[in-house]
Every structure is written in C-alpha cells, then in structure tokens.
C-alpha cells in the first residue's frame, strides 16, 4: 500500500504526517476517538481548501486496497460521517467525493467479515480477514487483540531471539502475531495453532492472503545454517516451514509433545478466564518438561493484557505452583502498530525452574 505521497499532491511535511495517521488507523479500523479529528478540523480551518481532506479520503476509503481488502461497512460509514462532520464545520471549498463515498458505503451489504491491514516499518502491509463481532461462534479467536500487536513489535525488535528456531504459538487466532514474525524475521519453522475449527480456517486464509506459503516441507539444521551464513536473497532460502494445526490445552497427547518440540512457545491475550489458564498452565508444563526430558531448553514469552490484576496474579500463582519460573522483560520501545498505549500489557519470559524439574523425575 501506497503512503500520502503517492498521489501526487503537495503537501506540508506534518498534513502528510496526519494522512498517514489517518490510513494506519482507518485500515486497522481504530476507535474513531482516537483519531487525529480535532487538528484535522483545525488545519481545514487554516488551510481554506480541501486538499487535505482529499488526500485522507484517497489514502482510505478511495484507496485500492478498501475495495480488495475493505473495513466493515458499520466502520467505513461512521469514518465517513466524522469527516463530512468536520468538513461542514469549516469554510473550505465544497467536496462532492465524500458525498459520493459515503453513497457508495451505504449502498453495501454488511457482512460478518471484515479485513484489517497493519503496517509494516517497510511499508508492507499485514492483511487480516476478522469477524466484526468480538465474539462470534463462540470463540474471540476471529479478532485481533492488543497484546498481539504489542509482541508482534517487541519481536520485530528482537528478531535475533526468533531466527532458525521452530516457533509454536498457541491461540494464534487470526494470526497477526506469527505473520508479523514470518514476515520480519527468519524462523526455521513457525507453528499456528487453535483449538476452534472456524478460527483454523480463516487462519490458514490469512497466512496464505499474506503471501505466506503453508509449507509440507521439513527443514533440517543444515537448512539453516546455509541460510544464515550464505544468504543470497532467495525467496527459498528465507521462507520458514509454515504450518496450521489444531491443539487441545485441555488434551494434548504425548505425540504431540514429541512432534511438535518447539524451541521458543509465543501466546498471546490468553489470560482472561480462570478455566482457560489453568489449561495454559497444563500445557506449558508439559512442553517444558518433556524439552528438558530430551535435553533441550524451551523458552514462553507471553504477552497479556491485563485486564482484571486479580485474574492475572491468580495466573502467575498457578505457574508458581507447577515450578514454573516468570519475569516480566520490557516491552517493545517503537511505535509500529495503532493501538491504545495506555492499555496495561506486560510481557513474560516463562521458563521451567531446575529444581523442580529434578523432583518430577
């Protein structure tokens, strides 16, 4: 996707900053209130022509990827109204292209699925087919929570943590976090995985929407070191092994642990219920130990959002318990992704305590 530039107009260096704020959070569809609208108002007021109000309108609901790849009909309406809104409020030449937006917006069917688009440093944009309702068929796994856009940030600041290693991530749900990382960084092989079938499908949709081959092909550590130490550039030589797989917290069987023997496991907003965690609780352990049992080392990073602290601190005690160690690293210090930064999410680096290893065996 294009930034404000491409359209040829001429505008100031901080207009062309607003129409980029503009774009990132219309495409992620944001909060209308966290939107910049008040000092668009102001420079429409300052500014006397629609210039501006133009190239916002080019950069979101006129741009090639809302007619692909669009936002809810509910949300390209409610955008278009704030800004016909702050257009009347001002005296600024009249423009007939956000009456004509809007016509079209409201001549639409309104459909369950939605899409979002994250952008990349590079300008390259993360696709994401989502559900409009936060809970839909019985599962939050069909949107994209906050927490996933934090991790997926501190990993694209950490990518030497996650190169030539075999990810497993549980509760991928619409998969923002894993494509983040198999676009940014060179895993060896990255494993999505959920327990709800609906959530499976349109996973494998989103992978595959985002130029992300969905790979049968196992990678040796030969692979890797090839690619490390001769890196030519090649599509091959760079793709990680991607793969989509289903998994029961609550009924993971030994061949599963044996097969999927992850280095690094990465969740993400997955403590938020009592009964969901004590699962969480279950299945780390049982990776863990069956790592150290084959004399390796896996390491969980999770990031949450912590919405109810006692929740949260009943979590860690349950880790405590099991002899699962926990410390809370810093989070990611750029600002890649829109979402609201004074949500509390922290970041935890879980590992299986030595001690207690010992004494399981």
């Known amino acids: 996707m294009s930034g404000p530039a491409g359209a040829g107009l001429v505008l100031g260096d901080r207009d062309q900053e607003l129409v980029l704020a503009f774009q990132r959070a219309f495409f992620a569809m944001r909060r209308l209130d966290s939107l910049p609208l008040a000092e668009l108002e102001e420079r429409l007021k300052s500014s006397k022509d629609s210039m501006l109000l133009q190239q916002i309108l080019q950069q979101t609901v006129l741009h090639p990827v809302c007619n692909e790849y669009p936002p809810s009909v509910k949300y390209r309406r409610l955008f278009l109204a704030e800004l016909i809104k702050k257009h009347e409020r001002t005296s600024t030449e009249p423009l007939d292209d956000l009456y004509n937006a809007l016509g079209e917006v409201l001549k639409s069917e309104d459909l369950q699925l939605c899409h979002k688009n994250y952008f990349l440093l590079s300008g390259e944009n993360i696709r994401l087919g989502e559900n409009v309702a936060i809970i839909s068929e019985g599962t939050t796994g069909l949107v994209?929570?906050?927490?996933?856009?934090?991790?997926a940030e501190w990993a694209m600041e950490n990518s030497e943590l996650f190169n030539c290693r075999t990810i497993l991530e549980?509760?991928?749900?619409?998969?923002?976090?894993?494509?983040?990382?198999?676009?940014t960084c060179t895993p060896k092989q990255y494993i999505f995985s959920d327990c709800h079938s609906n959530v499976l499908q349109q996973l494998r949709k989103n992978i595959l929407s985002?130029?992300?081959?969905?790979?049968s092909e196992s990678w040796s550590s030969k692979n890797c070191e090839v690619r490390l130490e001769n890196n030519n550039g090649s599509e091959e030589n760079q793709r990680p092994k991607i793969t989509v797989v289903g998994l029961d917290w609550s009924d993971v069987t030994q061949e599963q642990l044996t097969e999927l023997q992850p280095d690094l496991i990465v969740a993400t907003d997955v403590v938020y219920d009592p009964e969901v965690f004590l699962c969480l609780v279950s299945i780390l352990e049982k990776f863990?130990?069956?790592?150290?049992?084959?004399?390796?080392?896996?390491?969980?990073?999770?990031?949450s959002t912590v919405r109810n602290p006692e929740t949260y601190h009943q979590f860690k005690m349950e880790l405590d318990k099991v002899g699962i160690g926990h410390q809370v690293i810093p989070g990611p210090t750029r600002t890649v992704f829109p979402y609201n930064r004074c949500t509390k999410i922290e970041l935890l680096k879980i590992h299986l305590e030595t001690e207690m290893f010992t004494h399981c065996l």
């Open 210 to 215: 985002n130029s992300l081959i969905l790979d």
């Open 288 to 303: 863990l130990i069956s790592a150290e049992k084959q004399r390796r080392r896996t390491v969980v990073y999770l990031a």
């Open 170 to 183: 549980l509760g991928s749900g619409a998969g923002l976090t894993g494509i983040a990382i198999c676009k």
């Open 144 to 151: 994209t929570w906050e927490a996933a856009l934090f991790f």
